[in-house]
């Protein structure tokens, strides 16, 4: 009986809505490519959570392709984990199905990814933290060309079905998606729980023992993220590279020694340490201290190294990009084993549920 994998299964996927930055590489995809050797691998494209916001059909199927050409082109091999896109696994969605008749709507409604996704879509201000009985109010009031659609509200249960569907264990993703995971792990107690049985694993968050990573923007607060505008991506080129870093905001510079840091600058800080040597960073470090920093030096170093990370897989982005054969292979091969094992799960949970054959 047991030929089975026993080493952990580690799950994860980043939502086809662009290309890849140095959020995404840094929150999830370089932890994608240190796991595959040494875990029981599935990465996927998570193209029916971009339709939560982004649904326009051609944007979506080229993202699809994109997304899959820069995980390869990252490292990530087809022949270590198995790689596919989530709407080729149909059992996701019927499962998304039974399991949403767990969860309940305001545990949806306060989870601070669809307050913020919400909060856009109505082109509202204020942050999550506001009054929640008033922004509730607006969601229900608004008019329909301005709407908050319910699949953004079930986000959560569709990536719990991702990953319990899997029975993951473990799941890489950066510092935003913690709750998320929270909320899967909760909805996996209460399917156990209600239904007297051990059929789903609590999945944790993975990062190497380090923290939750959460890459900032360069343009002076908060992550760096597609919405934001104010990405470094994987493809952008050297001049374009450059260009970006070296606009980043930053601030007056430091008139008395050891002057405290501020977040613009605190920010090109947290990226030198994500792409740079821990020397290099304590250069820059010690040149703040004693006030004689040029930022201009500081962004010049940084985009080096950022450069260091990027060249290698832009260059392989095209050649990948071109060889439509080799990505139909890839998929279809990743559908095949992602399917067996999400089947194997929806036959589970249907039995269990009471969907049962007469
Ligand atoms: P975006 O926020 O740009 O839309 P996604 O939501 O598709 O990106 O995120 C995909 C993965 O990348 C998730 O694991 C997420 O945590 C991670 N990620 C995105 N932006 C960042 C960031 N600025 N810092 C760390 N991780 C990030
Ligand atoms: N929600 C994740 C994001 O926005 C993407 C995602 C969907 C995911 N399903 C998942 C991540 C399952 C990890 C596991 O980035």
């Known amino acids: 009986m047991s030929t089975e994998n026993k080493k952990e299964i580690v ?4 939502r086809s809505t662009g290309n890849l930055h ?3 590489y840094y929150g999830a995809l370089s932890k994608f490519v240190k796991m595959q050797d040494d875990y029981d691998c599935l990465f996927f494209i998570a193209d029916l959570h971009a339709l939560t916001t982004n649904p326009d059909p051609e944007a979506l199927h080229a993202n699809v392709k994109s997304i899959l050409a820069e995980y390869l082109a990252a490292g990530l091999d087809p022949d270590k984990a198995t790689i596919f896109v989530q709407s080729d696994i149909p059992e996701i969605s019927e ?3 039974l399991l949403n008749m767990h969860v309940g709507i305001g545990e949806l409604m306060r989870t601070a990814s669809f307050k913020d996704k919400a909060r856009k879509a109505l082109g509202l201000s204020g ?3 506001d009054n929640d ?3 509730e109010h607006q969601i229900i009031g608004a008019e329909t060309n301005k709407r908050v659609n319910a699949g953004l ?3 959560p249960t569709l990536m719990a079905v991702d990953i319990l569907i899997q029975k993951a264990n473990k799941v890489p993703v950066g510092k935003d998606q913690l709750q998320h995971l929270e909320l899967t792990r909760r909805f996996a107690r209460r399917f156990n729980s209600f239904y007297g049985v051990d059929l789903f694993p609590e999945p944790e968050s993975f990062d190497f023992g380090g923290k939750p990573v959460k890459v900032p923007g360069l343009d002076g607060s908060g992550k760096m993220g597609k919405s934001e505008g104010n990405c470094i991506y994987l493809i952008d080129d050297e001049k374009v590279l450059r260009k970006k870093v070296m606009r980043a905001v930053t601030d007056q510079g430091p008139t008395e020694p050891n002057s405290p840091v501020s977040e613009p600058i605190a920010n090109l800080f947290a990226l030198l340490e994500l792409t740079s040597t821990p020397e290099v960073v304590q250069q820059f470090r010690d040149a703040y201290a004693d006030c004689s920093i ?3 030096d500081l962004k010049k170093q940084l985009a080096e190294d950022i450069l260091k990370v990027t060249t290698p897989i832009r260059e392989r982005v095209n050649d990948i990009l071109a060889d439509d054969e080799y990505l139909r292979k890839v998929l279809a091969s990743g559908a095949e084993k992602a399917r067996e094992r999400a089947a194997k799960t929806l036959a589970e949970v249907r039995q269990i549920m009471g969907i049962r054959k007469f």
Not at 11 to 14: A, C, F, P, V, Y
């Open 133 to 135: 009985a008033a922004f």
């Open 22 to 24: 140095l959020g995404n």
């Open 127 to 129: 942050s999550t933290d």
């Open 11 to 14: 799950l994860s996927g980043i």
């Open 95 to 97: 499962m998304y199905l």
């Open 294 to 296: 040029r930022y201009g």
């Open 153 to 155: 509200l079930t986000y």
